[in-house]
């Protein structure tokens, strides 16, 4: 057997570290208000956290239960459920606005169809399932108890449980975030959508959801390394690059048809 010269050296490392270790946890706080009704907003400021502790990327969500209770026995979530839950998502930093998209719920459900079929399977927290498992884990009356042994299992794990992720570009696609490092507050508003949009039943009159136990997720590292790093970027001066989506509404205007009409005359 031949030995590659490089392998006799002394300093010869078979692995090689592209990595650091530090403390990592995922925190859980309970959220004011635990409970919310459709048409109601929540105000979701990011965690001021520790000195040395910084936010994963990604990992900032709100979970909580959904509840149907009020409706038609037969009544379901739909499809996706937590990108149908936010009507309109509104993104301010220091008081100035970074995001008000109207009709959040239509543009995200787009961009989520675009997902792998493997990042489809690790989205059930976010509703993304079968529609014998929205029946199950929505408790309808009208749901399968026979040839649905995988579905079972799942509502054993997740219940009635779901989470909207609050993936802003200014969390996801730029590094670690150091809230301590930041003068002033990251915030988000979340405006549900009515029930019509997040329940599907037979009858439209009996169509109800409500947000119960609700909490704000998110994952940290505390690290001395990452937070100076983070700190340093930022005070020499850092761009944050987002999509800025615009949505244009088309309103048909009656009274200039009126007056064109009689501008024509007999």
């Known amino acids: ?3 590659a010269p490089e392998n006799l050296r002394t300093t010869y490392s078979e692995k090689t570290v592209h990595a650091m270790k530090a403390e990592d946890a995922v925190k859980r706080i309970t959220f004011n208000p635990s409970e919310v009704s459709p048409g109601n907003s929540l105000y979701v400021y990011v965690p001021k956290l520790n000195e040395n502790e910084v936010l994963v990327p990604g990992s900032l969500a709100l979970v909580f239960d959904i509840d149907l209770s009020g409706g038609h026995t037969n009544n379901f979530l739909v499809q996706n459920v937590s990108r149908a839950l936010v009507d309109r998502l509104v993104v301010k930093f220091a008081g100035t606005t970074l ?28 509703g993304i399932q079968s529609e014998d498992l929205c ?25 009635k449980k779901y989470r909207i992720r609050l993936d802003h570009q200014i969390l996801t696609d730029h590094g670690i975030f150091y809230p301590q490092a930041l003068y ?23 169509l109800k959801y409500k947000l119960k136990d609700i909490q704000l997720e998110y994952k940290m590292i ?23 989506v615009l949505h244009d ?6 009274l200039t048809y009126v007056m064109y009409a009689l501008a024509l005359g007999p």
């Open 135 to 159: 029946k199950i884990r929505s408790d309808a009356g009208d749901k399968k108890t026979s040839g649905v042994n995988a579905e079972n299992k799942l509502n054993k794990v997740y219940g």
């Open 184 to 206: 002033n507050d990251l915030m988000f508003e979340v405006k549900l959508a009515e029930a019509k949009h997040v329940v599907k039943g037979s009858d439209t009159t009996q």
């Open 249 to 254: 509404k088309e309103v048909t205007s009656s």
């Open 1 to 3: 057997m031949s030995v």
């Open 99 to 126: 995001q008000d998209t109207v009709g959040y719920d239509i543009y995200k459900t787009f961009e989520d169809l675009f997902l792998s079929q493997e990042e489809r399977d690790n989205r059930i927290l976010e």
């Open 222 to 244: 505390r690290s001395k390394t990452l937070a100076d790093e983070a700190r340093s970027i930022y005070y020499n001066g850092k761009e944050f690059l987002y999509d800025h």
